[in-house]
């Protein structure tokens, strides 16, 4: 019996680390989007605050899931183009930018090995190249079939509030963890069915 709790626990704390690592990968994906949006600094001298901001959140954000502070990786008020008109969104030096975020990238790449051919080609998540629409509607579907054949009122509740929770664009995925706890404590097959539905959905 304790053999068969510590491998669900270990399954378990498998599962989260999975999901954190495709996390990361997200907000690593993000920071590329945001670096391949800068010009060259031949090309045009000054990027808009915007794309600052976003890089900045992304930051707090992977500071946040990972519990590693990358805020030394910012972009502070340095890199601003000075100005005497205070009424209007800053710029930023496009010089100062682009190398401050080819770090963290640089940095993510190193620790994770995202961008190698290996990682690119390693099967330990399966994500799916879908549209949000049909990857809505496959979890939509999926779960609701779990629902249907579910004999438990407390069941088809988690497995509601689950689908709720991945459907919507701002996952909460403390909530997503709470309920993958309930669903492999209450039943190891419900789990393996659910597993895939996780990995599915775009983290």
């Given amino acids: 019996m304790i053999l068969v709790k510590n491998s669900f626990i270990n399954l378990k704390n498998r599962i989260m680390a999975e999901i954190q690592l495709t996390k990361i990968k997200s907000i690593y994906g993000d920071i590329k989007g945001l670096l391949s949006q800068i010009p060259l600094p031949n090309q045009d001298s000054y990027i808009s605050s915007f794309i600052v901001k976003q890089f900045n959140s992304s930051i707090d954000e992977l500071s946040d899931v990972t519990g590693t502070d990358y805020s030394r990786n910012k972009v502070t008020h340095e890199a601003i183009v000075p100005t005497h008109n205070h009424t209007v969104e800053p710029f930023y030096y496009s010089a100062s930018v682009r190398p ?49 054949k579910a004999d438990d009122e407390e069941q088809k509740t988690k497995l509601r509030e689950l689908r709720d929770e991945l459907n919507k664009p701002n996952k909460n995925w403390e909530i997503i963890k709470s309920i993958l706890i309930w669903i492999l404590n209450f039943s190891k097959d419900l789990f393996l069915e659910v597993l895939p539905i996780i990995l599915q959905s775009k983290i």
Avoid: M
């Fill in 100 to 148: 401050q975020i080819g770090r963290t990238i640089g940095r993510l790449e190193e620790e994770y090995g995202f961008g190698s051919i290996n990682n690119q080609s390693s099967p330990n998540i399966a994500i799916f190249n879908k549209n949000q629409n049909e990857l809505s509607i496959n979890i939509d579907y999926t779960i609701n079939n779990l629902i249907d």
